[in-house]
């Protein structure tokens, strides 16, 4: 296992690709999201947090006093499921809606968007747990309408069309 890990790391820096954690998720964000998610409630390991882009990463650093961990967060409980709820194509990359559904019985809507560009997490945001009685959905507002990213998207999204 090892082995490989060793040639496919020669591959990269031999080719000079560069890759991240989150290029691979450009098309199903759950793994990683759920990897961020743990990591927020647990603060850590460091290795989730490498596939943020540095303005995110130095957001969430300021927000959790440098522990990555949210109180809000840890409170959800353990993700027993993560459901893609919607996903915008914006300019730089993929904005994708996330609904976790946690041990707690509540739930909760991630927004993560991802770079082509960077190959990393440009975006993440959430909105607090609900009961699985009344699921809050993403209010319609926040997301942009397909077709109309540069109209509406691109004012609420702005790091997602630069």
Known sequence: M???????????????????PAQAQFSDPRGYLGTLIQAFQNCGPSTAYQGLSPQVYQYIAMQTGGSGCYQAVQML?????????????????????VRAEHASGTQSIWQIGFSRISGQVEYINFQPAQTSQGPKQPDPKTLPKPGRETLDGCVIYKVMCE
């Open 2 to 20: 090892k082995i490989a890990t060793v040639i496919a790391g020669m591959a990269v820096c031999l080719l000079g690709v560069s890759w991240s």
């Open 77 to 97: 409980g353990q993700v027993n499921k993560l459901t893609v709820e919607n996903q915008i194509m914006m300019p730089v990359g993929p904005l994708y809606s």
